[in-house]
């Protein structure tokens, strides 16, 4: 059976290109998929030991590195409780919250993220066509040729005291003092909604682009309002799209980085940075991959538990 | 099941931009009628149809469904319902959800569509399948499905959209009876489109034939292929053979026109009754089946035409004969096969016979083309 696969497969491609095939494709999947991943894995299970020491007898496998992110460092005083029940077992108060805070922000920037690109897939996709609809795609990809780091801070500059918006507003008259964008984390939450919405848009976009016009009209004709075809005919077709894009944006804006360093108020910590800190300042790897492997599992948890509630199948997902 | 209630056009015209798609159509479809538009792709018919719907407005005139002026008045509060030409059923759902979707729209409860679905299925002969996919359907079900969906919708017209053009022969045959008997039994208005003269003249009732964006004629089948209005009906449904020349004679009914064949006296169509003069440039069509060998044959009034064969084709019940006119324009003789053997040598010269009241003769003008 795989016998036959390969001789087809280069039958089909010829050796040369049938064996580059091959490799360029074992190339993305071991070396940069399944390598990194399963070394971030190996890493988190282990000490933080010196380059000396590790390879030896002390380099053994460890929970500590996740014990560390439920229960904190040693002698941390905050204890779990549970619907008020005072436990003894020493909780992480601080990562935990953080933790929970950049899912549940992640989540919002997707719902707004999806609120706003809904709209406008529909209607390139069904209304602008022709020149008029791929000179409005243009458009939106245009932004996206600047850098991610360099549109943060424009976002920074956009949103400061004396940026466009605080100048609009107290020119025209509506603020006495310009709004502290920064420190209210309103950039931070625009700037992440920013950053993903071409991912939101275009598998939206693809989907019901490829919604046949009839299907509206004829909902229209058999006396529907406009909510009701969106709500029986074109959000139904568009869902595989919907998905796909809900997931993109939700793992990609619960593991930014560029946005919370640049955008991020005083007082705002994303669970990224805390990863971060402690592949960087922290100098603790192993602690660092731990962070990395949990946020990685429970969004991926998440997301499965999403689809499963929204009944979508991952094989639809790649439409 | 309401009854049909009839739609009236009042010199609609509809210009998208420079372009006229329909121009001054006028159009009075009684209640109940079974009614087609008839005429080529691009001659505005699937236009009007969508004027009737309210998906387009009209430029200009009015167009009254039971008397009301429709202007204004949104696709989904017209009393119309529309069958597309690629059925447009909504794949996502199942069959009995499709079939009763407009009745959701009005909030009927998951019963009472439950119950109509099955009695909407059986009128369409599809008992039991109401929890199917649209694609587990074939196409002569989807079809049927389509039209359950439309009627579920209590329409007091139904409007119908080539709804049969990606059917196979078989099957488009079988659905022109069907859809004829289904239009008897709820008794409401249908508005067929079709550019198959085949449909619109077995199903309907009347038939209007466009061209261009005009309406040449509207009248019953039988006058529309005998009695045809202008060149283009002429030469559009079925088949003609035309015979262009200058009016040599002409008296109340008949006239006389010089054509490369000979001399063809033949009727003047009712249309052309005192529009023609002795000089004008004229059109006599004559049917296929309505010419015969002369040889052997013998009467007052039959023409007698000369033309050169070309070929000979055997069809299984007919026997064609193709000839040319002396300036090219070609002949087709259809004969009804009785076991003759013909066998004519292509480039000598035959001569046809046929009645004058089997041949029609109108002003010249715009052919259909091929």
């Given at each position: 059976m795989k016998g036959t696969f390969f001789k087809e497969f280069f039958n089909r491609n010829g050796p040369l290109l049938g064996t580059y095939l091959l490799l360029a494709v074992a190339f993305w999947i071991i070396i940069l998929i399944v390598l990194p991943q399963l070394s971030m894995l190996d890493y988190s299970f282990r000490f933080n030991l010196p380059p000396s020491a590790q390879g030896g007898e002390k380099d053994v496998?460890?929970?500590?590195?996740?014990?560390?992110?439920?229960?904190?460092?040693?002698?941390?005083?905050?204890?779990?409780?549970?619907?008020?029940?005072?436990?003894?077992?020493?909780f992480n108060k601080v990562d935990i919250a953080v933790f929970?805070?950049?899912?549940?922000?992640?989540?919002?920037?997707?719902?707004?993220?999806?609120?706003?690109?809904?709209?406008?897939?529909?209607?390139l996709g069904q209304s602008a066509s022709g020149p008029s609809g791929r000179v409005l795609l243009l458009l939106l990809i245009i932004p996206y040729w600047v850098n991610?780091?360099?549109?943060?801070?424009?976002?920074?500059?956009?949103?400061?005291?004396?940026?466009?918006?605080?100048?609009?507003?107290?020119?025209?008259?509506?603020?006495?003092?310009?709004?502290?964008?920064?420190?209210?984390?309103?950039?931070?939450?625009?700037?992440?909604?920013?950053?993903?919405?071409?991912?939101?848009?275009f598998p939206i976009y693809n989907a019901i682009e490829s919604l046949d016009r009839n299907q509206i009209e004829a909902a229209r004709d058999l006396g529907s309002p406009w909510w009701r075809i969106h709500w029986r005919i074109v959000i139904p077709f568009a869902k595989p799209g919907i998905v796909s894009g809900c997931t993109m944006v939700f793992m990609l804006t619960a593991g930014a980085l560029a946005a919370p360093q640049i955008l991020g108020g005083p007082s705002s910590l994303w669970f990224t940075q805390i990863i971060y800190q402690w592949f960087n300042t922290g100098g603790n790897w192993p602690r660092g991959a731990a962070y990395a492997v949990v946020l990685l599992f429970i969004c991926i948890v998440f997301v499965l538990a999403m689809m499963r509630l929204f009944k979508v199948k991952m094989g639809e997902i790649g439409k | 099941?309401?009854?049909?209630?009839?739609?009236?056009?009042?010199?609609?015209?509809?210009?998208?931009?420079?372009?006229?798609?329909?121009?001054?159509?006028?159009?009075?479809?009684?209640?109940?009628?079974?009614?087609?538009?008839?005429?080529?792709s691009g001659c505005g018919k699937t236009t009007i149809l969508r004027t009737v719907s309210g998906f387009q407005e009209p430029s200009q005139g009015e167009v009254r469904i039971g008397g009301t002026n429709m202007v204004g008045i949104g696709p989904n509060l017209r009393p119309t319902a529309l069958i597309f030409q690629n059925l447009a059923l909504f794949p996502l759902m199942p069959i009995w959800e499709n079939i009763t979707f407009s009745m959701e729209v009005r909030g009927a409860s998951k019963g009472e569509r439950r119950k109509r679905a099955d009695e909407l299925l059986e009128l369409i002969a599809l008992q039991g399948q109401g929890d199917k996919m649209v694609n587990e359907l074939s196409g002569g079900q989807k079809q049927r499905v389509a039209i359950a969906r439309a009627l579920c919708a209590e329409p007091d017209v139904l409007l119908l959209d080539e709804p049969l053009s990606a059917l196979d022969l078989k099957l488009r045959q079988h659905m022109r009876t069907e859809l004829r008997?289904?239009?008897?039994?709820?008794?409401?208005?249908?508005?067929?489109?079709?550019?198959?003269?085949?449909?619109?003249?077995?199903?309907?009732?009347?038939?209007?034939?466009?061209?261009?964006?005009?309406?040449?004629?509207?009248?019953?089948?039988?006058?529309?292929?005998?009695?045809?209005?202008?060149?283009?009906?002429?030469?559009?449904?079925?088949?003609?053979?035309?015979?262009?020349?200058?009016?040599?004679?002409?008296?109340?009914?008949?006239?006389?026109?010089?054509?490369?064949?000979?001399?063809?006296?033949?009727?003047?169509?009712?249309?052309?009754?005192?529009?023609?003069?002795?000089?004008?440039?004229?059109?006599?069509?004559?049917?296929?089946?309505?010419?015969?060998?002369?040889?052997?044959?013998?009467?007052?009034?039959e023409n007698r035409l000369t033309a050169s064969i070309k070929t000979e084709e055997f069809e299984g019940q007919s026997y064609n004969i193709f000839l040319n006119q002396a300036d090219?324009?070609?002949?087709?003789?259809?004969?009804?096969?009785q076991g003759q053997a013909y066998e004519h040598a292509p480039g000598s010269q035959m001569t046809l016979s046929c009645n004058a009241d089997q041949a029609v003769v109108l002003p010249a003008g715009a052919l259909a083309s091929e």
């Open positions: 496998y460890t929970m500590s590195n996740y014990q560390h992110f439920f229960n904190g460092s040693e002698g941390n005083p905050e204890r779990l409780s549970i619907f008020g029940y005072q436990t003894d077992i020493p929970f805070k950049t899912i549940l922000a992640a989540i919002f920037v997707t719902a707004f993220d999806l609120a706003l690109c809904y709209p406008l897939a529909y209607f991610e780091i360099l549109r943060a801070f424009a976002f920074r500059i956009i949103f400061g005291a004396t940026g466009v918006i605080n100048t609009v507003l107290v020119g025209v008259g509506i603020l006495d003092t310009p709004i502290d964008f920064i420190r209210e984390n309103v950039a931070l939450y625009a700037g992440l909604g920013y950053a993903y919405l071409l991912l939101m848009i | 099941m309401s009854t049909g209630v009839g739609v009236d056009l009042d010199d609609v015209w509809v210009k998208f931009g420079d372009f006229v798609a329909v121009r001054e159509a006028n159009v009075s479809i009684k209640g109940g009628e079974f009614f087609s538009f008839l005429g080529p008997a289904i239009q008897k039994q709820v008794g409401i208005t249908f508005i067929y489109i079709t550019h198959d003269q085949g449909e619109a003249l077995t199903m309907s009732d009347n038939v209007a034939v466009m061209s261009a964006g005009v309406i040449d004629q509207i009248a019953d089948g039988r006058t529309i292929y005998d009695d045809p209005a202008s060149p283009f009906v002429a030469s559009f449904v079925g088949e003609n053979n035309v015979f262009s020349g200058k009016i040599k004679t002409i008296t109340k009914d008949y006239a006389v026109v010089d054509t490369p064949a000979g001399d063809l006296r033949a009727k003047i169509g009712t249309a052309a009754r005192g529009k023609l003069q002795k000089g004008n440039d004229a059109m006599a069509f004559v049917r296929p089946e309505a010419l015969a060998i002369a040889a052997g044959r013998k009467g007052k009034d090219g324009a070609e002949i087709k003789m259809s004969l009804v096969n």
